[in-house]
């Protein structure tokens, strides 16, 4: 079972940059997109990027000044740095498994409550 | 603003059926295949429906969908309490910077 997990600090300072990682188990990064999702309290869900394992990239166009996703295989992790974060970027942020071909979302990390402070 | 629109807000009572829908365009649904997600409060969302109409496995019939032309709807017959939560459609945008799209979620209350 294939299960994914998100870590990295709960609180930014505003200006600051956002650094998270997943962890990947019991399956390969290799293959798939991985993405970052993000949810602000109260409100819906915000596709932010995905990165295959060979490291290519895309972002969603809204945050893609910002955002920097990457990939270490052998760790099976992968990484989302958000810079000059804001009170806006407050958020809980999902790391999820999404299929090339369906793009279905079928696997999703925990969530991790990110605060930006000012 | 979402790029599909869902009812913010559906409800029915124990043992009745619901319908939600999702509205795009022929960049995202029209093209693309659609997947649903249940949110339990609290939760992570979870893969409830794939490729337009499909139930990954431990899913329950009772949850079913359909797509049509840049629409789709989500159905959920037999309500039960524990269907409470919020319900996203998502799908793959085609246009500009092609990714993941979502719906603004719509929150489901049995009554």
């Known amino acids: 079972q294939v299960q994914l997990q998100e870590s990295g600090p709960g609180l930014v300072k505003s200006s600051e940059t956002l650094s998270l990682t997943c962890t990947v188990s019991?399956?390969?990064?290799?293959?798939?997109?991985w993405s970052w999702i993000r949810q602000p309290p109260g409100k819906g869900l915000e596709w932010i990027g995905y990165?295959?394992?060979?490291?290519?990239?895309n972002y969603n166009p809204s945050l893609k000044s910002r955002v920097t996703i990457s990939v270490d295989t052998s760790k099976n992790q992968f990484s989302l740095k958000l810079t000059s974060v804001t009170a806006a970027d407050t958020a809980v942020y999902y790391c999820a498994r999404e299929g090339t071909v369906t793009k279905k979302f079928d696997y999703w990390g925990q969530g991790t409550l990110v605060t930006v402070s000012s | 603003q979402s790029v599909l629109t869902q009812p913010p807000s559906v409800s029915a009572a124990p043992g009745q059926k619901v319908t939600i829908s999702c509205s795009g365009s022929?960049?995202?649904?029209?093209?693309?295949?659609v997947s649903w997600y249940q949110q339990l409060p609290g939760t992570a969302p979870k893969l409830l429906i794939y490729e337009n109409n499909k139930r990954p496995s431990g899913i329950p019939d009772r949850f079913s969908a359909s797509k049509s032309g840049t629409s789709a709807t989500l159905g959920i017959t037999g309500l039960q309490t524990g269907d409470e939560a919020d319900y996203y459609c998502g799908t793959w945008d085609s246009s500009l910077s092609a990714g993941p799209v979502f719906g603004g979620g719509t929150k489901l209350t049995v009554l």
């Open positions: 990165i295959y394992y060979s490291g290519s990239t």
């Open positions: 022929s960049s995202n649904i029209g093209n693309n295949y």
């Open positions: 019991g399956g390969s990064i290799n293959s798939y997109y």
